[in-house]
Structures are given as C-alpha cells and as structure tokens.
C-alpha cells in the first residue's frame, strides 16, 4: 500500500514557476514507475511524465522542455518543476504510483489528492 501527499500548487503568472512535491509512504518506493497527471476543468484527465526506478523520465509533448521531473529514492519523493507555465497548464495535478511503466492512468494504483495549479495570462 501507497500513501501519496502532494503539495506546492498554487496562482502564478503566466511565464513564472512552480515546483510541486509528492512524498510516498512505503517502503518499496524505488520499484514503483512514478507520474504526475493533471485534469483541468471540464476536460479528461491528462498524463504530464513519469520517471522510474533509475530516473528515466519520459514526458508529454506540450511540456516537454519546461517541466522536469525528478525523485529521491531515499525521501521517497517525486517532484515537478515547472517553468514558462501557460494558462493552458491551469489544472488539479495528482501525484501517481504504478507497478508498470507506463503513462496511462487507467494503470496507475495509487492517486494522491492533487493540488491545484492556476496560471494567469
């Protein structure tokens, strides 16, 4: 069982950065393909990266170069930097835990309660 908190969400203008944060209860952490996906008002639940065991990260086109992706294997941490942000990044992002590599939500077993993002124009 995995217990996922996130945090650091919050209002910035377009342009600016944001780091959000995910910590992991557990103690097997290490094997779990890590994500981050956002739902934004009125729209479908989005994949955004995922980073596994050995940090490699794979991410979605329309963020790729402005968002990294990160863990601590020790902390049992993932984080998401986010920088250039666009009001189109305006969402709820959830932290997320798989035992699979993949970027599907459907597959990923463990959500955290997700922090919302705003970014103004």
């Known amino acids: 069982q995995v217990q996922l908190v996130e945090s650091g969400g919050g209002l910035v203008q377009a342009g600016g950065s944001l780091r959000l944060a995910c910590v992991a209860s557990?103690?097997?952490?290490?094997?779990?393909?890590m994500a981050w996906f956002r739902q934004a008002p009125g729209k479908e639940r989005e994949f955004v990266a995922y980073?596994?065991?050995?940090?490699?990260?794979y991410y979605r086109g329309s963020v790729k170069g402005r968002f990294t992706i990160s863990r601590d294997n020790a902390k049992n941490t993932v984080d998401l930097q986010m920088n250039s942000l666009k009001p189109e990044d305006t969402a709820v992002y959830y932290c997320?835990?798989?035992?699979?590599?993949?970027?599907?939500?459907?597959?990923?077993?463990?959500w955290g309660q997700g922090t919302q993002v705003t970014v103004s124009s």
């Open positions: 997320a835990a798989s035992t699979v590599i993949t970027d599907s939500g459907a597959l990923y077993d463990y």
């Open positions: 557990g103690r097997t952490f290490s094997r779990y393909c």
């Open positions: 980073i596994i065991w050995n940090g490699s990260t």
